[in-house]
């Protein structure tokens, strides 16, 4: 029978969940990962197997918890072109005024080149795809039933748009800026319903 957990794992996969946005997967070391979590490495690698099983671990916890809870505050079913609105602009607010940027954007772009992304950047680039989509199609409608292709070009449009706001984020961009550009991109939406 296995020892049981001696230790916070939400406080854990936080903790791990920072050192990767602000590390990367392949910066990220053991000794970051000891301080972030407060175990040792011993630890690490008995509750998760290796670093990858905790990176694992954070980034379905990131998934779960910030991206999940962010699209259910700011753009939940029925919310429609606006909670999308209130969604982008979320993102010039960072909890903790950091700019450790985003762990999907993040990974997507360290783990680019490989021949098959991250299956977890892939889920959560999907959530937003299929997020988008939905609340493009929710009354007042941008795309009827009879335009879905342009739905599905939108949102593809608007996770590009999501994406690249962040890395701009995380770059330092003026926040007024990227706020006056999302209200435009939203004003021109709004205009085509």
């Not at 854990?12 to 040792?40: C, N, P, W």
């Not at 509750?47 to 962010?70: C, I, P, S, W």
């Not at 753009?75 to 979320?90: D, M």
């Amino acid at each position: 029978m296995g020892r049981t957990r001696e230790f916070d794992e939400e406080a854990v996969l936080k903790g791990a969940m920072h050192v990767f946005r602000k590390h990367g997967y392949q910066g990220a070391s053991i000794r970051d990962l000891e301080e972030a979590t407060g175990l040792k490495g011993g630890s690490i690698y008995h509750a998760f197997g290796d670093k990858a099983g905790l990176f694992d671990a954070a980034f379905r916890h990131y998934n779960r918890a910030v991206l999940e809870g962010r699209l259910e505050r700011f753009a939940p079913p029925g919310s429609g072109l606006k909670g999308l609105r209130e969604l982008f602009l979320s993102l010039l607010h960072e909890p903790d005024n950091g700019s450790l940027g985003c762990l999907i954007t993040n990974m997507a772009v360290e783990f680019g080149g490989d021949v098959k992304t991250h299956p977890r950047v892939e889920a959560a680039l999907g959530l937003l795809r299929s997020t988008f989509r939905s609340r493009l199609s929710e009354p007042p409608s941008l795309a009827r039933d009879t335009d879905r292709t342009k739905a599905d070009r939108t949102a593809v449009r608007l996770l590009a748009f999501y994406q690249g706001l962040l890395v701009l984020i995380r770059g330092g961009e003026d926040k007024a800026s990227l706020r006056q550009a999302i209200e435009d991109e939203f004003n021109q939406l709004e205009t085509l319903l």
